[in-house]
């Protein structure tokens, strides 16, 4: 039986994350503490349910780097509704429509004026940051006020079962979710489709303006899902909550295997994406290298991650040019052949 | 008489810009035949097609399904009358099977998600009803061009498409690929399946098609039965004027000047390729797509550096440098010129001028005037169209794209000019043209080799063809010995005599 | 498809076992089970025993980081039993507390720490402080209860400078303050000082409290810019810290108001500063040395790691709160300044 593709490749993240583990495992003596476990899951948490938003973005062809931006927002308005002891589940879904309407407004705005995602993107993050500054607490004259969260109910968001954050939990449905959306519905379906040749997809009858708009929504409902239990750990909102977080979670994607430009990838990938960048993050500090080196040696980690990819882009890609053109050879010798003894009868 | 034909249009009218590019087109095509649409680019073939696929609307005229009065306004309506098109860019999603494809943008869902099994199953039928050599479940990207087109015509035959519309659609097939598309064609036409073929190439008309309708600017000038019509014919009405003939000719090959190729070698790609490319000689180059052809003259041009062996001009070898080349007098017409042959974005005027700056320009200073000079010179020598060099080239049509890239080399002299698939899109007219211009290059005594699909420009341009297999030269045609049958079989692998006809 | 089901299917079944492997080692007694609480540990630091300890400033770019460290190890000079690490927070609340984390996971024994925010790291705060390891903020603080904050006077700097001011000008000159971002004035309260001695005094007439988007040279520049344009009659531009009162300085050059005999004040004390009242561009600053803040952080730290405190140990309810005092700088004593101080004076030839 053939391995597929996407299987090859998730091995080789997974391979990455072994390897990384094990050498921090062995020469960090805190790495394997069950404390320094689950502070890795939290944070991967955080960054891997934007992941599954951005996924479907990227799966479609598109880019979301506004998501710092929609956590912003988000989780501001959240920490206000909180504060003033809105029940956890009424916090969650006004955060969520939020986050899901930015999303929204970024869809409309490209498809709508055939916008450039990246740029686009780029600028709504700045828009979405202010809506944030607009919404944040403030006295009389206008000084920021940092807010405290008291409301136990929403608090609990933030807390853990035997040390397991929720948030963790909520991660892992997410990812399931959206790896049974991508890979088992017409609307999965529709998502490769349009990442990998958007122009085909609409001449096959696929509303390519619609599933864009659809994945940037979800892509912002994501955001807005980790900025609330984000919020809830850190017990308030501050303006630049969710900074870099765009950026963050697109490299995570890329380095799981979901590739820029669409069609590649699923929310499996970009779940050990997620994992592989903050083991990066949470290893390095561990050796207590100079802040300068700490940058040298994230980039480092994430190039050769991204380089393993690529090399094996072009493995899979040589092959399948072979495959086609071994199909090409053979298609037109059976035919030529066929052709000559016809025309000697 | 009504009720023979699948499609009718009366009286079609369409404007832009108040320009009337339709006028009173009244198309017919029976039940189970296959239907020739030619002319010239610009003489209406896309717009009347267009608008029967409901891309376009139309300003005046109506058209008759099965001799049913229909509305056809979007895509939609064109797909529910069943008419499908097979379009001259492929339209598959490359990162998924022939299933998904086929069934993409209807799928049959079964409570809320795909039916897999049930779409495999249908699909599998539809290939058995055809008899296409399919796989269900091949993913798209590792079919070949033939495979994909197969699956394009069953994605539109799952519709239940009465009328297949197929524009150009042997562009990108090899000569063998091509053949066994019009096998296919035949079934369908056996089954009851209308087509509508639209192609530059008379050839695959003789071969193919029943009935031919010409258009020229914006009208038809003349349906004609396609078996029996000469190809003077056809062309003259096409282009409104007798086409010049090119004749056999001997070639003024000069012996001193030549490329020398021994012994290359390029991975498991080319081996052993040994010849010789004389000065005064339009040497062709055959094959198939993935024999090597492109590779070989990428080696020769530079842009292919890590070969073995020796490729040598006039005796001294030839730089694998792309730029020194260039200096050198050496020029590339590349396969797919929207990606490797010009710049869409730039001008005319840069896109002419962009490998003269050596001349053009004095210690990286461009001289402007030099360059609107030289650039005037090549559009009035070479016949661009629209004369005017400030426009991006992205707006020209296909042939004209194709002049400015010739006109690129040509205008400089160069000394060994090498085209591969040099008329690919371009209308039979710009063709002729083109042949003229590559003709007079040679006749100065240049080195020219052409890769080339097309036999019969490969079998009437060259002087000499060789033909490629497997990555090493199969056969050679001296002499203008070259036959299209030949040169195929050679390009399977199968040797033919010179000048036999099967 | 099958082979993502079987991934999709490994990774719940090893998470599933991670978490069964984390009820078992914390008893599954709910949510407070895994915050385990310790007391500090006794560290005797003068017979060798290790001791390890992390700094995270707000972001390596911090300007007064360097000297606040050289300050740190000045202090542990003599004890190399004793690391310092420091930790980049890229200027963002989210990193410093996967830091903070970072910190208790690696089990350090005291953490130095200037918060981005002071509400959102209250809560690793206090995990650090129930995990028995001494907190130490230094000049921005954190709200929660921790062992200990050090900082430089802000509100008595303010009320000084203005009394040092008001002997160089008339009674109610006219003032405006630059002052700093909104959401940092509850920590920053020098501008109210300022304002305070004007309204006991009647000293300045105070034109506005002017907010900044951020401290920086450019929005200084702007800032006082503006300030000119509305306010014709100006005396005293009190700036509540120094970039804003080099960008004043460079605004009322530009203005071509050099000689109007304006007032800068600034805050902090920086190299910049320092040359620009040695110039005569500024009036003066409220210097301070950070170099100090850090060295009494760290003997701080170091007496509480040798005595075993911390704020859990203490009740959650020792919090030292140190105030370094400021100097006010003019012209006068700015040359004996420089030569003492311990910013980074290189770029200048003094």
């Known amino acids: ?345 | ?502 | 498809m099958k082979k993502n089901k079987l991934i999709a299917l490994v990774i719940a079944c090893v998470l599933a076992a991670a978490m069964m492997a984390g009820c078992g080692s914390s008893g599954g007694a709910g949510e407070e089970a895994a915050v385990e609480t310790h007391e500090a540990p006794i560290v005797d630091i003068n017979n060798g025993a290790a001791c390890k300890m992390a700094y995270i400033p707000m972001g390596a770019g911090q300007e007064d980081f360097p000297v606040i460290l050289q300050g740190m190890q000045e202090a542990i000079q003599l004890y190399p039993n004793i690391t310092l690490d420091t930790y980049d927070a890229g200027f963002n609340p989210s990193n410093q507390i996967d830091l903070m984390n970072e910190c208790i996971t690696q089990g350090v024994n005291v953490i130095f720490l200037n918060a981005m925010d002071a509400t959102a790291l209250n809560s690793t705060i206090a995990e650090a402080e129930a995990a028995g390891i001494p907190v130490i903020t230094i000049n921005n603080g954190a709200s929660g209860v921790h062992t200990a904050h050090i900082q430089n006077t802000t509100y008595d700097a303010g009320y000084e400078a203005a009394q040092v001011i008001s002997g160089m000008v008339d009674k109610g000159a006219k003032t405006v303050i630059l002052d700093v971002p909104a959401e940092l004035k509850l920590a920053c309260t020098m501008g109210q000082g300022f304002e305070d001695y004007a309204k006991e005094t009647g000293a300045f007439e105070i034109l506005e409290d002017y907010a900044q988007t951020i401290t920086s040279i450019e929005v200084g520049y702007q800032a006082a810019s503006e300030v000119l344009t509305k306010y014709q009659d100006i005396d005293v531009l009190y700036c509540v810290n120094d970039n804003t009162a080099i960008g004043a300085a460079q605004a009322i050059e530009a203005a071509g108001r050099q000689n109007d005999g304006i007032i800068i004040w600034g805050y902090c004390g920086m190299p910049a500063a320092l040359d620009a009242i040695a110039q005569g561009k500024m009036t003066g600053t409220s210097y301070s040395d950070p170099f100090y803040e850090g060295y009494a952080a760290m003997v701080s730290a170091m007496n509480y790691v040798q005595l075993g405190v911390n704020a859990t140990k203490l009740g959650n309810e020792f919090y030292a709160d140190v105030m370094l005092p400021t100097k006010n700088v003019t012209e006068e004593n700015v040359i004996e300044t420089i030569r003492g101080t311990h910013w980074d004076m290189s770029a200048y030839n003094y």
């Open chain 2, 1 to 502: 008489m009504e009720n023979e034909l699948i499609l009718r249009t009366e009286n079609i009218c369409k404007s832009f810009n108040g320009i009337q590019v339709l006028k009173n087109v009244n198309l017919e095509i029976k039940k189970g035949e296959i239907h020739a649409l030619m002319g010239e680019n610009g003489a209406g073939k896309s717009t009347i097609i267009k608008i029967i696929t409901g891309v376009y609307t139309k300003d005046d005229g109506e058209i008759y399904i099965d001799g049913q009065h229909v509305q056809i306004n979007n895509r939609h309506d064109a797909a529910e009358a069943g008419i499908s098109v097979i379009y001259q860019e492929l339209s598959l999603v490359p990162e998924l099977t022939v299933t998904e494809n086929i069934f993409l943008g209807h799928e049959i869902m079964k409570r809320g998600l795909p039916d897999r099994k049930e779409m495999r199953r249908q699909v599998q039928e539809l290939i058995d009803r055809y008899g296409f050599i399919l796989q269900p479940d091949t993913l798209v990207a590792t079919m070949g061009m033939a495979q994909r087109q197969m699956t394009e015509i069953l994605k539109a035959l799952s519709t239940e498409a009465k009328l297949l519309i197929m524009d150009e659609p042997t562009t990108s097939l090899s000569a063998s690929e091509t053949e066994q598309l019009f096998v296919t064609m035949e079934g369908l036409r056996e089954r009851g399946t209308s087509i509508l073929y639209i192609s530059h190439r008379l050839e695959e008309i003789y071969r193919v098609t029943d009935r031919l309708t010409i258009m020229r600017n914006g009208e038809i000038v003349g349906v004609v039965d396609s078996k029996t019509v000469e190809a003077d014919t056809v062309t003259s009405m096409m282009i409104g004027h007798e086409l010049e003939k090119t004749g056999v000719r001997v070639p003024k090959i000069n012996k001193d000047h030549y490329i020398e190729v021994k012994d290359l070698q390029l991975g498991n790609l080319l081996h052993g390729i040994n010849f010789k490319a004389y000065g005064g000689e339009i040497l062709g180059i055959g094959g198939l797509v993935g024999s090597g052809r492109t590779e070989l003259v990428s080696c020769i041009y530079g842009t292919i550096k890590k070969y073995k062996g020796s490729i040598t001009l006039d005796g001294k070898p030839i730089s694998r440098s792309v730029a020194k080349n260039i200096k050198a007098g050496f020029g590339m017409v590349p396969e797919d010129r929207r990606t490797a042959g010009f710049f869409p974005q730039l001008s005319i005027l840069r896109n002419i001028a962009i490998s003269s700056y050596d001349r053009l320009s004095k210690g990286g200073i461009v001289n402007g005037k030099a360059e609107i000079e030289h650039t005037e010179k090549a559009i009035a020598d070479y016949d661009v169209r629209p004369h005017m060099r400030k426009l991006p080239v992205q707006n020209l049509s296909g042939g004209n794209q194709q002049k400015v890239i010739l006109a690129r080399w040509l205008s400089r002299d160069v000394d060994v000019l090498i085209l591969d698939e040099p008329t690919v899109g371009v209308d039979v007219g710009v063709k002729a043209e083109l042949y003229v211009y590559m003709r007079k290059m040679a006749d100065k005594g240049s080195i020219i080799i052409m890769v080339s699909s097309d036999l019969a420009e490969l079998t009437e341009v060259s002087d000499r063809v060789l033909v490629l297999h497997n990555g090493t030269i199969f056969q050679e045609f001296r002499d203008h010995k070259a036959t299209q049958q030949g040169v195929l079989l050679a390009s399977s692998g199968v040797t033919a005599k010179e000048g036999e006809v099967l």
């Open chain 1, 1 to 345: 039986m053939k391995i597929s593709q996407k299987f090859i490749r998730k091995l080789i993240t997974l391979g990455l994350i072994v390897i990384l583990f094990a050498i921090f495992a062995f020469t960090a003596p805190s790495f394997l503490k069950l404390r320094n476990i689950q502070e890795i899951l939290r944070v991967a948490a955080y960054t891997g349910i934007i992941c599954v938003g951005s996924s479907f973005v990227l799966i479609g062809g598109g880019i979301d780097l506004s998501s710092g931006g929609i956590i912003c927002f988000s989780g501001i308005v959240a920490c206000r509704l909180a504060s003033i002891g809105m029940p956890w589940p009424v916090v969650l879904l006004v955060a969520v429509v939020i986050g899901a309407a930015c999303g929204y407004f970024n869809g409309w705005l490209i498809t709508r004026f055939y916008l450039n995602d990246f740029i686009t993107t780029l600028a709504t993050g700045f828009v979405f940051t202010g809506f944030g500054l607009l919404a944040i607490l403030k006295d009389e004259s206008g000084t920021l006020m940092s807010q405290e969260i008291k409301n136990k109910g929403f608090l609990l968001l933030g807390k853990h079962l035997n040390g397991f954050y929720y948030i963790v939990f909520v991660w892992i449905i997410l990812t399931v979710i959206a790896w049974f959306i991508l890979s088992q519905t017409r609307y999965g379906l529709h998502t490769y489709a349009m990442g990998s040749n958007s122009k085909s997809s609409e001449m096959s009858g696929v509303n390519v303006r619609k599933m864009k708009v659809s994945t940037f929504t979800i892509c912002g409902a994501c955001c807005a899902v980790a900025a609330v239990f984000t919020v809830a750990y850190q017990t308030t909102a501050y303006l630049n909550l969710g900074s870099g977080m765009g950026f963050n979670a697109v490299a995570a994607c890329v380095v799981g295997g979901v590739m820029l430009g669409g069609g590649k990838g699923d929310a499996v990938g970009a779940f050990l994406g997620a994992i592989f960048m903050t083991l990066v993050n949470n290893g390095m500090y561990k050796y207590g290298l100079d802040t300068s080196w700490q940058y040298v040696f994230q980039g480092a980690v994430i190039l050769i991650a991204i380089m393993s990819d690529a090399g094996f882009a072009a493995f899979t890609g040589r092959r399948l040019r072979a495959l086609a053109e071994k199909n090409n050879a053979e298609e037109a010798l059976l035919e030529a052949k066929a052709k000559a003894k016809g025309g000697n009868v």
